[in-house]
């Protein structure tokens, strides 16, 4: 038997994700056949060719024309008909005000395209911050044009923004999977499917980790689930937080998958391709969720621990570099499993996970160094919640007594055994910056979030990653329910500290469905809260003290100036674009990147 495993959109598409490169290398070190295949990157390569941003311009300009939306099945006009006006009244706004404005700068982009995503993936263009800013840009504005004769869904590089006029509700997101005037991704789908043939594969199974992969992810599952005799397997992280919801669904077993797998993959994933091949029964999978012969939804025992020093290195032989969008490779790689803190009350980041459980130094410099050679990159992302100080300063050790050349980043959590000599042995073995969790400057927001560091220390140790030559990225977490404007601009005060925040990553608060802090909501000002849908991983809620659409406000607001203040800065501020920052550290150092002052000016928001 063989087996497919398959990334979808939307995630941001410079490097390769290490899912299913993973449970590919699990599969094959078990004897089975197995292939990758990237969906994601494969459709931002293929909605940004010259040609589609050109046609998706003469599909708006027709929709102007006959500005109106009926279902395409006719049974959905009773229950959507209403709402498909709504849209088609928001799409005429949105592509009114767009043709409006300066319709040359759109026949501008359609012409400047190709060239903006030659610059992204050529290595001379790409070092050049003036060139690397400007197609940016343009690849945004091409993106817009893209969105335009499915807006107000919208498409980015960084985000999938769904129909606001449908909600996360299982039909609403059903509805979407089958309708194509409200998809963009059904009408690429069918025609990318038509073009494949999927007939050797007896599994299929697909990664979704994020709210903005699930239109797409499902759409696409729904229709491998009608044009292939394959078995289909939804996983990842997204999947687990809303399995609960899905497990109550029977129509997501009937049209959508045929399994769930709930939680790390590493062992169902093998388990699931046995009992496929005849060795095993489908009651001893573990940590799977099927429905019987009697349409009753089951769900197995959760896997084992794993013995991570024996999980088998990740496999990206098929992957085509080049079609990424960054001119080098980022490779991931996963030193342990979960978080060795695992108490902050807003966080939903290890949900899935095993309990905290870390490689050993030897095995994950081994998986590096394999990697590094085998793939031609010194470039490597540790995609791990956090990485205790102790670990991380033996791996350096380790990494310099080999004297590998890589260079790396990743989470940390702010701790005081981040010593100077610490940060050092991480520098010099090719750290070149970490993504601290800073959140908020008040130590009563801090308690609340129960961060669990030394919030006196948190500065110095910047200070001393700052002086070994490391870059400080450091997330925020604004506007927490109970926050005072007081507490607010205090936390301002430090993202605007350039030489201690490097570059600012901010958060609006949300209310994770499987956060901690769901049971103490009193704790935090919130007053009660309700489901956003089953397919959403946040909840809705009220406060005491302010408003769900008041914290979105502020933060919108105080980033916005943010990004006018910085606009001439390289990386100033950044939810994605952490490949990017390391290959330009790694290649320029941390001054020029600090230093430099952009000529170009950014396309800054309205």
Same mark, same amino acid.
């Given at each position: 038997?063989?087996?497919?495993?398959?990334?979808?959109?939307?995630?941001?598409?410079? !490097?390769?994700?290490?899912?299913?490169?993973?449970?590919?290398?699990?599969?094959?070190?078990? =004897?089975?056949?197995?292939?990758?295949?990237?969906?994601?990157?494969?459709?931002?390569?293929? #909605?940004?060719?010259?040609?589609?941003?050109?046609?998706?311009? $003469?599909?708006?300009?027709?929709?102007?024309?006959?500005?109106?939306?009926?279902?395409?099945?006719?049974?959905?006009? @009773?229950?959507? =008909?209403?709402?498909?006006?709504?849209?088609?009244?928001?799409?005429?706004?949105?592509?009114?005000?767009?043709?409006?404005?300066?319709? =040359?700068?759109?026949?501008?982009?359609?012409?400047?395209?190709?060239?903006?995503?030659?610059?992204?993936?050529?290595?001379?263009?790409?070092?050049?911050?003036?060139?690397?800013?400007?197609?940016?840009?343009?690849?945004?504005?091409?993106?817009?044009?893209?969105?335009?004769?499915?807006?107000?869904?919208? #498409?980015?590089?960084?985000?999938?923004?769904?129909?606001?006029?449908?909600?996360?509700?299982?039909?609403?997101?059903?509805?979407?999977?089958?309708?194509?005037?409200?998809?963009?991704?059904?009408?690429?789908?069918?025609?990318?499917?038509?073009?494949?043939?999927?007939?050797?594969?007896?599994?299929?199974?697909?990664?979704?980790?994020?709210?903005?992969?699930?239109?797409?992810?499902?759409?696409?599952?729904?229709?491998?689930?009608?044009?292939?005799?394959?078995?289909?397997?939804?996983?990842?992280?997204?999947?687990?937080?809303?399995?609960?919801?899905?497990?109550?669904?029977?129509?997501?077993?009937?049209?959508?998958?045929? &399994?769930?797998?709930?939680?790390? +993959?590493?062992?169902?994933?093998?388990?699931?391709?046995?009992?496929?091949?005849?060795?095993?029964?489908?009651?001893?999978?573990?940590?799977?969720?099927?429905?019987?012969?009697?349409?009753?939804?089951?769900?197995?025992?959760?896997?084992?621990?794993?013995?991570?020093?024996?999980?088998?290195?990740?496999?990206?032989?098929? &992957?085509?570099?080049?079609?990424?969008?960054?001119?080098?490779?980022?490779?991931?790689?996963?030193?342990?499993?979960?978080?060795?803190?695992?108490?902050?009350?807003?966080?939903?980041?290890?949900?899935?996970?095993?309990?905290?459980?870390?490689? *050993?130094?030897?095995? @994950?410099?081994?998986?590096?160094?394999?990697?590094?050679?085998?793939?031609?990159?010194?470039?490597?992302?540790?995609?791990?919640?956090?990485?205790?100080?102790?670990?991380?300063?033996?791996?350096?050790?380790?990494?310099?007594?080999?004297?590998?050349?890589?260079?790396?980043?990743?989470?940390?959590?702010?701790?005081? $055994?981040?010593?100077?000599?610490?940060?050092?042995?991480?520098?010099?073995?090719?750290?070149?910056?970490?993504?601290?969790?800073?959140?908020? @400057?008040?130590?009563?927001?801090? +308690? %609340?979030?129960?961060?669990?560091?030394?919030?006196?220390?948190?500065?110095?140790?910047?200070?001393?990653?700052?002086? $070994? +030559?490391?870059?400080?990225?450091?997330?925020?977490?604004?506007?927490?329910?109970?926050?005072?404007?007081?507490?607010?601009?205090?936390?301002?005060?430090?993202?605007?500290?350039?030489?201690?925040?490097?570059?600012?990553?901010?958060?609006?608060?949300?209310?994770?469905?499987?956060? #901690?802090?769901?049971?103490?909501?009193?704790?935090?000002?919130?007053?009660?809260?309700?489901?956003? =849908?089953?397919?959403?991983?946040?909840?809705?809620?009220? *406060? *005491?003290?302010?408003?769900?659409?008041? #914290?979105?406000?502020?933060?919108?607001?105080?980033?916005?100036?943010?990004?006018?203040?910085?606009?001439?800065?390289?990386?100033?501020?950044?939810?994605?674009? !952490?490949?990017?920052? %390391?290959?330009?550290?790694?290649?320029?150092?941390?001054?020029?990147?600090?230093?430099?002052?952009?000529?170009?000016?950014?396309?800054?928001?309205?």
């Amino acid at each position: 038997m063989k087996i497919l495993y398959a990334s979808v959109p939307q995630w941001y598409p410079v !490097s390769p994700y290490l899912a299913c490169a993973l449970l590919r290398g699990q599969a094959e070190a078990a =004897g089975f056949q197995a292939d990758t295949y990237d969906f994601n990157v494969e459709f931002f390569n293929d #909605i940004l060719d010259a040609a589609n941003v050109r046609d998706s311009l $003469a599909r708006a300009r027709q929709f102007l024309n006959a500005p109106s939306l009926a279902c395409a099945d006719p049974a959905d006009e @009773a229950k959507y =008909g209403a709402k498909m006006a709504q849209i088609a009244a928001v799409r005429q706004e949105i592509v009114s005000g767009f043709f409006g404005g300066d319709a =040359g700068a759109a026949e501008e982009t359609v012409a400047e395209v190709a060239e903006a995503v030659r610059v992204i993936k050529t290595r001379e263009s790409f070092y050049d911050p003036e060139q690397l800013y400007r197609a940016k840009d343009v690849i945004d504005a091409a993106l817009d044009i893209v969105s335009l004769p499915f807006t107000p869904a919208r #498409i980015r590089m960084d985000n999938y923004i769904a129909n606001p006029v449908l909600t996360y509700d299982f039909p609403d997101v059903d509805f979407q999977c089958r309708e194509p005037g409200v998809n963009m991704f059904l009408p690429y789908f069918e025609k990318k499917l038509a073009a494949m043939d999927l007939s050797s594969y007896t599994l299929i199974g697909l990664s979704i980790t994020d709210l903005s992969q699930i239109v797409p992810g499902l759409t696409l599952a729904r229709l491998l689930k009608r044009r292939t005799n394959a078995k289909i397997c939804l996983g990842g992280n997204y999947i687990y937080k809303v399995a609960p919801d899905l497990k109550k669904i029977p129509a997501v077993f009937r049209d959508y998958c045929d &399994y769930l797998l709930v939680g790390d +993959g590493e062992v169902t994933s093998v388990q699931l391709a046995q009992y496929l091949a005849g060795q095993r029964e489908i009651g001893d999978v573990r940590a799977l969720v099927y429905a019987d012969e009697n349409g009753n939804i089951l769900e197995n025992e959760p896997a084992p621990l794993l013995q991570l020093d024996r999980v088998a290195y990740p496999n990206f032989d098929s &992957y085509d570099f080049s079609r990424y969008f960054s001119a080098d490779t980022v490779l991931p790689v996963q030193l342990g499993k979960g978080c060795y803190w695992g108490k902050c009350t807003f966080c939903d980041f290890y949900t899935g996970q095993q309990k905290f459980d870390m490689k *050993s130094v030897v095995r @994950a410099v081994d998986e590096v160094e394999f990697l590094s050679q085998r793939y031609s990159t010194p470039y490597f992302t540790f995609v791990d919640e956090a990485v205790p100080p102790a670990f991380y300063n033996a791996f350096a050790k380790e990494v310099l007594r080999r004297g590998l050349k890589i260079y790396f980043y990743s989470f940390a959590r702010l701790e005081k $055994a981040f010593t100077p000599e610490v940060l050092s042995n991480l520098y010099a073995a090719g750290a070149r910056f970490f993504m601290w969790g800073y959140e908020a @400057a008040s130590e009563r927001v801090m +308690g %609340l979030m129960n961060k669990g560091i030394d919030l006196s220390r948190r500065k110095q140790i910047l200070t001393d990653a700052a002086n $070994a +030559g490391l870059w400080n990225l450091c997330t925020f977490l604004l506007c927490y329910p109970s926050e005072t404007p007081e507490e607010l601009q205090a936390t301002i005060d430090v993202i605007y500290d350039h030489e201690l925040v490097n570059t600012c990553t901010p958060s609006n608060f949300a209310l994770k469905k499987n956060a #901690i802090l769901k049971d103490h909501a009193e704790d935090a000002s919130i007053t009660d809260f309700q489901a956003n =849908g089953e397919l959403h991983i946040s909840y809705k809620y009220h *406060s *005491s003290v302010t408003t769900m659409e008041e #914290i979105k406000r502020k933060r919108n607001a105080f980033e916005r100036q943010y990004l006018i203040d910085t606009a001439d800065r390289l990386w100033a501020h950044t939810f994605t674009e !952490s490949d990017f920052l %390391l290959l330009y550290l790694a290649k320029y150092g941390r001054d020029y990147v600090k230093n430099y002052r952009l000529k170009y000016k950014k396309k800054l928001p309205g």
